[in-house]
């Protein structure tokens, strides 16, 4: 029997099945979200046709925009959808685990310490009562929370393939680099 550990295979267990569901599940809202932009747009033009006002479209707008962004990072990095040095890491051969282990750890750093900053921001603006600067006064802890959600995942999500990396040798992430 052999005792290395690329060998065995990751867990399919109720963990695992939880944290794609969470990957998943911050796609769909990341969907949700860029459809939103698209109904702010057409509510925009049929308000303009009209000659009603629509304040702060714009900026809602912007705000689902933002919340897809961040929303999407962690789906995209499951299906390997991340601008990744996939022909860099397919000549590193033998070394390839480990320039994963390191930029995933790298990475995961970087990430940990925005989300950290993105949670402040939504609680110190609560805290202040910050609004926007547009007519509609929107209170800016609102949007800045799909950031630090889709940021925390995004960080969840690079902690996970980081541990799969450095457990299984696989990060599990789909390699959709050309050979």
């Known amino acids: 029997m052999q005792n290395s550990t690329d060998s065995v295979a990751p867990p399919a267990g109720r963990l695992r099945r939880a944290l794609d569901a ?32 629509f304040p702060g479209s714009s900026d809602y707008a912007g705000y689902f925009m933002a919340q897809a962004s961040f929303l999407a990072l962690a789906h995209a990095l499951n299906r390997g959808a991340h601008i990744r040095v996939g022909l860099l890491l397919n000549v590193l051969g033998r070394h390839r685990r480990w320039a994963e282990i390191w930029c995933l750890a790298v990475a995961a750093v970087i990430v940990i310490w925005f989300s950290w900053h993105a949670a402040s921001a939504v609680r110190i603006s609560r805290m202040l009562g910050d609004v926007s600067q547009g007519q509609d006064a929107t209170p800016l802890w609102i949007p ?19 541990l799969r990396a450095i457990r299984y040798g696989d990060p599990g992430i789909e390699d959709n680099s050309t050979e």
């Open 22 to 53: 969470l990957y998943l599940g911050a796609g769909v809202a990341a969907a949700a979200s860029m459809v939103a932009i698209l109904l702010i747009i057409l509510a925009q033009m049929i308000c303009r046709a009209l000659g009603i006002a």
């Open 144 to 162: 800045q929370m799909g950031m630090a959600i889709g940021s925390a995942i995004f960080a969840i999500a690079l902690v996970d393939h980081l």
